[in-house]
């Protein structure tokens, strides 16, 4: 027998029909009218290589574009294949007045009410839930007009007391066009990058520190003013007092090597030189 | 506790990828514009430096133009300080010492403000 596990959250029936009215968080069973399930023979070691060929398997009762699949071992080459509609499961939690949010597990019908109590008075492995009936057949679970069954003869089931099986499915509710693996990737590899940004942002910061340190350094080593501004200012003083008096000196040598004889007298006066 | 829309961490997970991307660039064009700016002050630095030495150390003037009055063997000048200048006059000097100090006058970094030079005598003001 398989593991049972403990319910954590409410446990809902969902069938075509199903109207609900819970805010908490909720686990589903699926009515074996939400999915197909079949045994199948398949000579491959596990569920994993079945799950790759079992949709040619169904390919004589659905259009297996459209469905999911799910593979339990019963037994050495011996698989119960579900295949179900994974966007009607979600229109169908819609219309039963659920939030997509609020769901928790989704189990098969199929594989949580083998174990259930059975009682001397009921028939072997015949149900009742919501007003339906169901019995299983060849270890299939099946949905059956009341009249094949006396009504004496079968137990309602509380959904209360059953215990969950580890067998579930994940359903994509975001959607049609991204599966889930595919956002776990893209998630990865957007934080794995984002993860790089910030090594080379902190790489970038260390850079930016290390530049204000050098120009501290540069600042003491060239003896600068306290002060970028202050600097400018004293180096434009001493531009235009270089500037000047490089003039001055030119206009000088050119007094100097004149061809004037005569000259008795150079003078120098707020830059400017004149001669006699 | 409701599960968490993967979606969500889609999203999440795009908007801190956004973040990282924005704080990078911001972080890049921060660095690169540091980097420039360091350029200019480092060029700023040399400059101030080069031109402080030049012409900013008036400290070494007053004994530079003793020294150079020594050389061209003028005896007769006098020196004085007022008000941050350094006035030298000379008199009754031979014109070969007059050319002979100008010249090396001229060749030094000396802010020379007044200069009044004749054959035999030379008045000069400069800047302390």
């Given at each position: 027998?398989?593991?049972?596990?403990?319910?954590?959250?409410?446990?809902?029936?969902?069938?075509?029909?199903?109207?609900?009215?819970?805010?908490?968080?909720?686990?589903?069973?699926?009515?074996?009218?939400?999915?197909?399930?079949?045994?199948?023979?398949?000579?491959?070691?596990?569920?994993?290589?079945?799950?790759?060929?079992?949709?040619?398997?169904?390919?004589?009762?659905?259009?297996?574009?459209?469905?999911?699949?799910?593979?339990?071992?019963?037994?050495?080459?011996?698989?119960?294949?579900?295949?179900?509609?994974?966007?009607q499961?979600?229109?169908?939690?819609?219309?039963?007045?659920?939030?997509?949010?609020?769901?928790?597990?989704?189990?098969?019908?199929?594989?949580?009410?083998?174990?259930?109590?059975?009682?001397?008075?009921?028939?072997?492995?015949?149900?009742?839930?919501?007003?339906?009936?169901?019995?299983?057949?060849?270890?299939?679970?099946?949905?059956?007009?009341?009249?094949?069954?006396?009504?004496?003869?079968?137990?309602?089931?509380?959904?209360?007391?059953?215990?969950?099986?580890?067998?579930?499915?994940?359903?994509?509710?975001?959607?049609?066009?991204?599966?889930?693996?595919?956002?776990?990737?893209?998630?990865?590899?957007?934080?794995?990058?984002?993860?790089?940004?910030?090594?080379?942002?902190?790489?970038?910061?260390?850079?930016?520190?290390?530049?204000?340190?050098?120009?501290?350094?540069?600042?003491?080593?060239?003896?600068?003013?306290?002060?970028?501004?202050?600097?400018?200012?004293?180096?434009?003083?001493?531009?235009?007092?270089?500037?000047?008096?490089?003039?001055?000196?030119?206009?000088?040598?050119?007094?100097?090597n004149?061809?004037k004889?005569?000259?008795?007298?150079?003078?120098?006066?707020?830059?400017?030189?004149?001669?006699? | 506790?409701?599960?968490?829309?993967?979606?969500?961490?889609?999203?999440?997970?795009?908007?801190?990828?956004?973040?990282?991307?924005?704080?990078?660039?911001?972080?890049?064009?921060?660095?690169?514009?540091?980097?420039?700016?360091?350029?200019?002050?480092?060029?700023?630095?040399?400059?101030y430096?080069?031109?402080?030495?030049?012409?900013?150390?008036?400290?070494?003037?007053?004994?530079n133009?003793?020294?150079?009055?020594?050389?061209?063997?003028?005896?007769?000048?006098?020196i004085?300080?007022?008000?941050?200048?350094?006035?030298?006059?000379?008199?009754?000097?031979?014109?070969?010492?007059i050319?002979?100090?100008?010249?090396k006058?001229?060749?030094?970094?000396?802010?020379?403000?007044?200069?009044?030079?004749?054959?035999?005598?030379?008045?000069?003001?400069v800047?302390?």
């Amino acid at each position: 027998m398989y593991k049972k596990i403990k319910n954590k959250n409410k446990l809902l029936y969902l069938t075509k029909t199903s109207n609900f009215s819970f805010e908490e968080s909720v686990d589903l069973i699926l009515s074996p009218e939400l999915y197909w399930v079949r045994i199948f023979d398949i000579p491959l070691p596990n569920e994993k290589q079945v799950l790759s060929v079992v949709s040619t398997f169904f390919e004589d009762f659905i259009d297996v574009e459209n469905y999911k699949y799910y593979i339990k071992k019963q037994e050495d080459n011996k698989y119960l294949c579900f295949a179900y509609d994974e966007s009607q499961i979600i229109d169908l939690i819609k219309s039963a007045g659920l939030n997509l949010s609020q769901v928790g597990n989704i189990h098969f019908a199929q594989n949580e009410f083998k174990s259930f109590p059975e009682n001397e008075f009921v028939s072997e492995s015949s149900f009742k839930i919501d007003d339906s009936y169901y019995i299983y057949q060849d270890n299939i679970l099946i949905k059956v007009p009341s009249s094949f069954i006396s009504p004496l003869e079968v137990q309602t089931i509380d959904l209360e007391l059953v215990s969950l099986s580890k067998y579930k499915i994940s359903i994509n509710y975001n959607s049609k066009y991204i599966d889930l693996k595919s956002i776990y990737i893209l998630s990865v590899v957007f934080i794995f990058i984002s993860a790089i940004n910030f090594g080379k942002l902190y790489v970038s910061c260390n850079s930016i520190n290390d530049i204000t340190n050098e120009q501290a350094k540069i600042k003491e080593k060239y003896k600068m003013m306290p002060t970028i501004m202050q600097t400018i200012s004293v180096l434009k003083t001493f531009e235009k007092t270089e500037k000047r008096q490089l003039n001055l000196r030119k206009e000088l040598v050119k007094v100097f090597n004149s061809k004037k004889k005569n000259i008795t007298k150079v003078s120098v006066k707020n830059y400017k030189v004149s001669y006699e | 506790m409701n599960k968490i829309n993967p979606l969500f961490i889609l999203l999440f997970s795009i908007v801190i990828f956004l973040v990282s991307l924005t704080t990078l660039n911001e972080s890049k064009n921060t660095l690169k514009v540091l980097k420039d700016e360091k350029k200019e002050y480092l060029k700023i630095a040399i400059n101030y430096s080069m031109l402080q030495k030049a012409w900013g150390d008036t400290s070494l003037a007053q004994k530079n133009i003793e020294f150079m009055l020594k050389a061209a063997n003028i005896q007769n000048a006098k020196i004085n300080t007022h008000q941050k200048e350094l006035i030298i006059d000379i008199k009754n000097a031979s014109i070969k010492s007059i050319d002979k100090f100008l010249n090396k006058v001229l060749n030094d970094k000396i802010i020379i403000k007044d200069l009044t030079l004749t054959t035999n005598s030379l008045f000069m003001k400069v800047e302390l």
